[in-house]
């Protein structure tokens, strides 16, 4: 099973064009990721190994063209649960029932953007699996407010995991690989020490965005890789569990 998280950059054009150096039309923007995403699974198809498959999908920063997104790649994941609020959504091969979202506080730079932050999750019963999809927020000079990693793993930590059971969790979660590692180790979470890949691309590369697994016995970082497309200022990452 395989796990892509990709912040899309789908927001204002503003915003899109001034901040993130993005010039595409939105609806051509959605088309190209929507046809990327097709792609990627059909390359995988043809390896006929289940095991490659890109069962889930975190997306981040989708304010706008969700519904076309949508329509495009539906029939590759037809399970599908979208937070227009704060702009995430995960897409799944398998059915999903919802648990819950959370909102975080708005910093300055979702004041002057008129957007919010958070997380979503859910639950995949037929694989054990909870989903947990996370944007987190971040000011002015693109680093991460402190304390919403803390409120998610608080949150995940309710969590009473049964055996077999594991929650995959992550997305674009603003934090520099050096505090990243930080806050693991005051987390007692494992990170991978051989993710430096800048999944950022846009004026100051730097490695922002991160997937983990988290089990009744441990919490750990996933191997990440990135794929290079320039639909948005981040790269998709993607791990295989």
């Keep these: 099973m395989k796990i892509l998280s990709w912040n899309l950059g789908l927001t204002n054009d503003y915003y899109r064009y001034y901040v993130m150096g993005l010039t595409n039309y939105k609806p051509l923007s959605v088309y190209l990721i929507s046809k990327f995403i097709l792609n990627l699974d059909s390359e995988v198809d043809k390896e006929s190994d289940d095991e490659n498959n890109y069962d889930i999908l975190f997306f981040q920063e989708i304010y706008e063209g969700f519904n076309q997104l949508k329509e495009n790649i539906k029939h590759k994941y037809p399970y599908i649960t979208y937070i227009n609020s704060i702009g995430i959504c995960i897409f799944s091969k398998y059915k999903m029932e919802n648990i819950c979202?959370?909102?975080?506080?708005?910093?300055?730079?979702?004041?002057?953007?008129?957007v919010n932050n958070g997380f979503m999750m859910c639950y995949l019963p037929e694989i054990k699996t909870y989903v947990c999809n996370s944007h987190f927020s971040c000011d002015i000079n693109m680093f991460c407010s402190n304390k919403e990693?803390?409120?998610?793993?608080?949150?995940?930590?309710?969590?009473?995991?049964?055996?077999?059971?594991?929650?995959?969790?992550?997305?674009?979660?603003?934090?520099?690989?050096?505090?990243?590692?930080?806050?693991?180790?005051?987390?007692?979470?494992?990170?991978?020490?051989?993710?430096?890949?800048?999944?950022?691309?846009?004026?100051?590369?730097?490695?922002?965005?991160?997937?983990?697994?988290?089990?009744?016995?441990?919490?750990?970082?996933?191997?990440?890789?990135?794929?290079?497309?320039?639909?948005?200022?981040?790269?998709?990452?993607?791990?295989?569990?």
């Design 101 to 114: 979202y959370k909102t975080f506080d708005k910093d300055l730079l979702n004041y002057i953007t008129n």
């Design 149 to 241: 990693f803390f409120k998610l793993n608080n949150y995940l930590n309710t969590i009473k995991l049964i055996e077999g059971e594991k929650i995959i969790y992550g997305g674009d979660l603003n934090i520099k690989r050096d505090k990243f590692i930080n806050y693991c180790n005051k987390l007692n979470i494992k990170p991978d020490l051989t993710n430096r890949s800048e999944s950022y691309h846009h004026i100051l590369p730097m490695n922002l965005d991160y997937i983990l697994c988290k089990t009744n016995t441990s919490n750990k970082e996933l191997k990440t890789d990135i794929i290079k497309t320039y639909e948005s200022d981040h790269f998709p990452i993607v791990s295989k569990i």
